[in-house]
């Protein structure tokens, strides 16, 4: 299990993407068997009951949580990872240099487009939904009730916030 540190803030991202990415590259506590061997790996299996999760950044005390399921975020390629948001959590207009593909697994959200949009008056996402945005695509998300979501992407993995 790798555990990252991302600046997220109870209701807005960092101001700026270079400290995220030095979180996100320095805070590297564990790296996972199969992270450590991505170029031999053809395969992997983990079961919901063997992911390890551990807080997004110790730092920050909103308490998203993270587990990494394949790949390095921190590293150029492609990498998985479940999120789980706290319930009345808001990550606020941001966007990313790397296309996502994002699917609900528990919980239900909120998620809007564009540069400060409004959160509530954004598309519901339960369990199942799937949502995807290519790179620079500005989005705010909010979650009803805890929620986690599956990641997948190409690293290295950044938060740009909208100013």
């Known amino acids: 299990m790798m555990t990252l ?39 992997g299996v983990t079961s919901a009951d063997k992911m390890a999760w551990g807080l997004m950044d110790p730092k ?42 994002i699917t609900v697994v528990t919980g239900k959200a909120k998620v809007s487009w564009g540069v400060k949009a409004d959160v509530m008056g954004g598309d519901d996402l339960g369990p199942g939904s799937f949502f995807w945005m290519k790179r620079g695509d500005h989005h705010d998300l909010k979650a009803l009730e805890e929620t986690v979501v599956d990641l997948n992407s190409t690293g290295p993995f950044d938060l740009v916030p909208d100013k």
């Open 60 to 101: 920050q005390p909103n308490g998203i949580q993270i587990a990494v399921l394949y790949g390095d975020p921190t590293k150029s390629g492609p990498f998985g990872l479940r999120l789980k948001i706290p319930a009345g959590l808001e990550i606020g207009s941001h966007s990313h240099s790397s296309t996502e593909y």
């Open 5 to 43: 540190a991302l600046a997220f803030t109870k209701h807005a991202a960092l101001k700026r993407r270079q400290p995220a990415l030095a979180i996100l590259a320095g805070a590297v506590l564990l790296a996972s068997p199969m992270a450590a061997r991505a170029g031999d790996v053809t395969h």
